[in-house]
């Protein structure tokens, strides 16, 4: 891959990512100080959820509920309430799938609901935004992720690049820089779905609490076809996991937590492999034709 460095993968990344319908924004342009300014000036850069873009995605995906309760989702959102990274990590989650409690208010009595921080039945209705070189500050460690995808605002996903060039800057590199990460700027995993790390030949994807040998793969787009080998597998694993027709699903559906019972009640964020994913979306779509073929008898 000569002449190709890191800079020039994340453009790439970047490219890729706008042709998939996501907004680019560079990080410094969008931090406190910067010339389209998204982030609190107050927060000095320890702020990870770009609260605007999370309220008018709010409200346009809830507009039966009134601003307070609003507000009130976004202050549950964005106070996690426990010491432990992975267990805000597991509310944070299921506030994505069952939608976040709030009550307000109304006629004399109060009245409670639900907000749901994604439209999964109409994608382009979400707020869909890559932004590259992210910084973060937090316990005075400043670090900057590479590329990271908010969807509504919030920090889903994460992509870690190193140089293709350098035979040292090697994957496995990637995968100890996002756990450097982890630990030094927890708040931006609070609300980590999914984080991906590539060299430029090789990429893989993982969940939060996913060891070095649990980063796999994704060999595919479009579910019905393999990559051959030599083909370029950061590219296939994007536009397999993060074309909008598939990511939600993929989200809500295939990702689950699981505690091993034992007395330090370890948890495990885990998420389907390709062929996991694609098999149950193709058994969904034969029950489909099978039912409506019954239908029409």
């Keep these: 891959m000569s002449g190709i460095n890191e800079s020039t993968l994340e453009n790439t990344v970047l490219t890729w990512l706008e042709n998939l319908g996501y907004d680019i924004e560079h990080g410094p342009d969008i931090a406190f100080d910067g010339v389209k300014p998204e982030r609190d000036p107050s927060a ?114 994460v992509v870690e690049l190193k140089n293709p060039a350098d035979e040292k800057d090697t994957i496995r590199h990637a995968f100890n820089q996002l756990q450097t990460y982890k630990d030094q700027i927890p708040s931006l995993f609070v609300y980590n779905e999914l984080l991906v790390i590539s060299d ?40 397999g996991i993060f074309d909008r027709r598939w990511f939600l699903d993929y989200v809500l559906n295939f990702i689950t937590f699981e505690h091993d019972g034992g007395n330090t009640s370890t948890i495990a964020k885990k998420a389907a492999g390709y062929h996991q994913y694609h098999a149950v979306n193709k058994a969904v779509e034969c029950t489909l034709e099978a039912t409506a073929k019954t239908g029409d008898r």
Excluded at 207 to 230: N, Q
Aim: glycine share 6%.
């Design 44 to 157: 000095n850069y320890t702020d990870v959820v770009l609260i605007d873009r999370l309220r008018e995605s709010l409200e346009r995906i809830n507009p039966e509920i009134p601003c307070e309760a609003i507000d009130e989702a976004i202050r549950k959102i964005t106070r996690p309430e426990s010491p432990s990274l992975i267990e805000n990590n597991q509310a944070f989650h299921r506030m994505l799938t069952d939608g976040v409690d709030v009550s307000w208010m109304a006629d004399g009595g109060e009245r409670h609901d639900k907000v749901w921080l994604l439209n999964v039945e109409n994608s382009d209705d979400n707020d869909w935004l890559a932004v590259n070189q992210f910084t973060v500050v937090e316990n005075k460690r400043e670090r900057r992720p590479d590329v990271v995808l908010f969807i509504n605002g919030l920090p889903l996903a």
């Design 200 to 239: 430029g030949l090789q990429a893989r994807a993982g969940t939060l609490t996913a060891g070095w040998d649990r980063f796999m793969p994704w060999r595919t787009v479009d579910g019905k076809t393999i990559a051959p080998k030599g083909s370029f597998e950061l590219e296939i694993l994007l536009k």
